[in-house]
């Protein structure tokens, strides 16, 4: 392989890097972008699109479907990370091109999907149950239940590992405008 520092793809080689840490931590670690506590034990949620665990009164809550899409989510984002170090790379070799338009936009697509599923989640959550449920913050809300009134805080709030998504996201998507400048030197 013929490496040239010059002609490398940096945006695109960090951007691949960084997707690889997010998927090993998601994957491994379970780190949630977003969480929701609602409640001392009452209701706890990690969300991402790459895992997630709910708990609802001590007691884990599954659902399979959930778990292939974030195995699909996780999949996807391992073979752009992978397509676009080697891009990154080699970025001058004739397959570099496809490389690219295969991985730069699947990071800005995944978490793009990802804030529009949880506000719709949120959204939908709250007109069912009648109360606001924060994406960030806190919020106080009660619930009735027939006679049985309960109070409760809802603390939510995105994580660093939302943030590395998207610094993930907006570094494959430069790598793709900084591919000029790599082709003509």
Not at 40 to 67: H, T
Request: aromatic share 14%; charged share 10%; with cysteine.
């Amino acid at each position: 392989m013929d490496f040239n520092l010059k002609r490398m793809n940096w945006f695109g080689l960090v951007g691949s890097i960084v997707t690889i840490v997010l998927v090993v931590l998601s994957v491994t670690l379970a780190s949630p972008w977003w969480q929701l506590t609602a409640g001392q034990e009452l209701l706890q949620v990690d969300y991402s699109p790459l895992s997630y665990n709910i708990r609802f009164m001590g007691s884990q809550v599954s659902a399979p479907i959930v778990w292939f899409i974030n195995l699909a989510a996780q999949l996807s984002l391992l073979s752009c990370a992978i397509a676009m170090l080697i891009y990154s790379v080699l970025p001058n070799k004739t397959y570099s091109k496809s490389l690219l338009n295969f991985a730069y936009k699947k990071p800005l697509i995944v978490v793009v999907i990802f804030a529009v599923s949880l506000f719709a989640i949120t959204y939908v959550a709250g007109m069912l149950l009648g109360i606001n449920v924060p994406l960030a913050g806190s919020a106080d809300v009660s619930l009735t239940f027939g006679a049985v009134a309960l109070e409760l805080s809802l603390v939510a709030g995105f994580t660093w590992v939302f943030w590395l998504a998207v610094v993930s996201a907006g570094l494959c998507f430069v790598a793709r405008f900084y591919h000029r400048k790599v082709s003509l030197t």
